[in-house]
C-alpha cells in the first residue's frame, strides 16, 4: 500500500492536480471532472486507485510524480 509521508503536508498535493472536495482529495481523470482515479484520505494519507481503463494514464502519471517528488512511501 502507499501513502503520503506523514510529514508532508496535504496541500503540496495542489501542484499535482489534486482538488479537495469536504473530506476527500481527489486527482480527477484528464479533462473529466467527474472521474475520481486518485484519491487520498485526509486522516490516514493512503492512496487510493479506482478505475480500471486509464486512457490517458492518469494514474501511472500521478504515482510518478509522487514517488519522483519524494512524497510517498510504502506501507504494509
Known amino acids: 500500500m502507499l501513502k503520503i509521508k506523514d510529514d508532508i503536508d496535504l496541500k ?3 501542484k499535482y492536480g489534486f482538488k479537495y472536495h469536504k473530506d476527500l482529495i ?4 484528464y479533462k473529466e471532472w467527474s472521474v475520481i482515479e486518485v484519491s487520498v484520505d ?3 494519507k ?9 486512457l490517458f494514464h492518469t494514474v501511472e502519471d ?11 512511501e510504502k506501507i504494509k
Open 42 to 44: 485526509p486522516n490516514t
Open 12 to 14: 503540496e498535493l495542489e
Open 62 to 72: 500521478t504515482l510518478f510524480d509522487l514517488i519522483k517528488a519524494d512524497l510517498v
Open 46 to 54: 493512503i492512496i487510493k486507485i479506482a478505475g480500471i481503463n486509464d
Open 26 to 29: 481527489y486527482k480527477p481523470k
